[in-house]
């Protein structure tokens, strides 16, 4: 789901104030009157807890992408806040002390005896990061997972060469580069997702359903075509706001009822198309059930004034029967209509 993710505005921002800070770190440092070398300690203060809080904005941008309720969980935050923290103290500490870095009367910058800290702590964050998109790869969508498994490679590679050789300045850029990446992801993704529910978009459709290869569809891809019931009503009765609202919860719905591998889009106001592949476990029963089940569970905890139900059309692609999947979809979609026109009582169920 796209989400305009304060964490990563975040990240962006103080990026740009590192930037900032290392385009005035080089004028500070030009001079040794008290003036620029008290600018030139502060610009370094900045730095030191810069990083680190790049890092920890990375983290939070990962765990909402997973939707993961982080201000719902105090513990998680008081320990991803704590090497932070620490880097604070100790960055503040060596204006006054050579904790991470000293600056001397000649404005000349030297690495302090607990330098050593400060890299750990952005490694910290960065291999958090990290282990956290590994461990939750089978909940990221395959085409989000390579750039969020990439985002911190620059920068850990950046760091080492910093590190190893004495007044290189390469992490800021390695950092942009990084930064840009996942930007351009982003904003890819946006041409492709649906404002607003996050799920694929008409656009992003059109190309799946032009990539299936009807061999290695047969028999084993289901696709199933889902249409709100009377959502007109609910529109014209309560608002669209309140419209808007039934369609994200929908969406929300179909995506903890599918899989990550799944193609979930909506095609239309409030028409969805889901394809899944199944198997001697995954069934087009147990999908169906699954689906109605999350249906009654989104009803029976929705604060909304009615219930939602919904008409669809499932069935599994076959070769001989259905030819191409455009008749395939076709199909769905009548048998989606018959399920609404038994609904309204205009049919009778077979």
């Excluded at 304060?6 to 040794?32: H, P, Q, Y």
């Excluded at 990439?150 to 580069?177: A, C, D, E, H, K």
């Amino acid at each position: 789901m796209v989400r305009d993710s304060r964490s990563f505005k975040t990240l962006i921002f103080i990026t740009g104030i590192l930037l900032i800070g290392e385009t005035l770190m080089i004028w500070a440092s030009s001079d040794n009157t008290m003036f620029h070398i008290i600018f030139y300690r502060l610009l370094n203060v900045v730095n030191f807890i810069g990083l680190p809080a790049t890092a920890l904005s990375w983290i939070f941008y990962i765990l909402r992408e997973l939707s993961y309720g982080i201000k719902n969980r105090p513990g998680i935050i008081a320990i991803l806040v704590i090497p932070i923290s620490i880097s604070v103290i100790l960055a503040f500490g060596s204006m006054f002390t050579n904790l991470y870095f000293y600056v001397d009367m000649n404005n000349v910058y030297t690495r302090g005896p607990l330098f050593v800290i400060h890299f750990i702590v952005n490694y910290s964050y960065l291999l958090i990061g990290l282990a956290i998109v590994i461990a939750q790869r089978k909940k990221i969508n395959p085409n989000e997972f390579v750039p969020m498994l990439l985002f911190p490679i620059p920068p850990m590679i950046g760091g080492v060469i910093q590190t190893l050789f004495y007044g290189s300045n390469i992490v800021l850029p390695m950092l942009v580069l990084s930064i840009l990446m996942i930007f351009i992801f982003i904003q890819t993704r946006r041409v492709v997702t649906d404002y607003l529910t996050g799920l694929n978009n008409r656009r992003q459709y059109e190309k799946y359903i032009a990539s299936i290869r009807l061999s290695g569809a047969d028999g084993k891809l289901a696709g199933m075509q889902i249409d709100i019931d009377n959502f007109k009503n609910v529109n014209d009765t309560y608002g669209h706001y309140l419209g808007d609202e039934v369609l994200v919860g929908i969406a929300k719905l179909l995506q903890d009822t599918f899989e990550k591998q799944d193609f979930i889009a909506r095609t239309g106001g409030d028409e969805f198309v889901i394809f899944f592949n199944v198997d001697k476990v995954r069934t087009i029963s147990t999908i169906i059930k699954k689906f109605l089940d999350s249906l009654h569970a989104y009803n029976e905890t929705s604060s909304h004034p009615f219930k939602i139900e919904c008409s669809y059309g499932v069935d599994l692609f076959l070769h001989k029967k259905h030819q191409t999947i455009r008749s395939f979809i076709a199909h769905l979609d009548s048998l989606m209509y018959r399920q609404k026109r038994i609904h309204h009582g205009e049919e009778e169920p077979s």
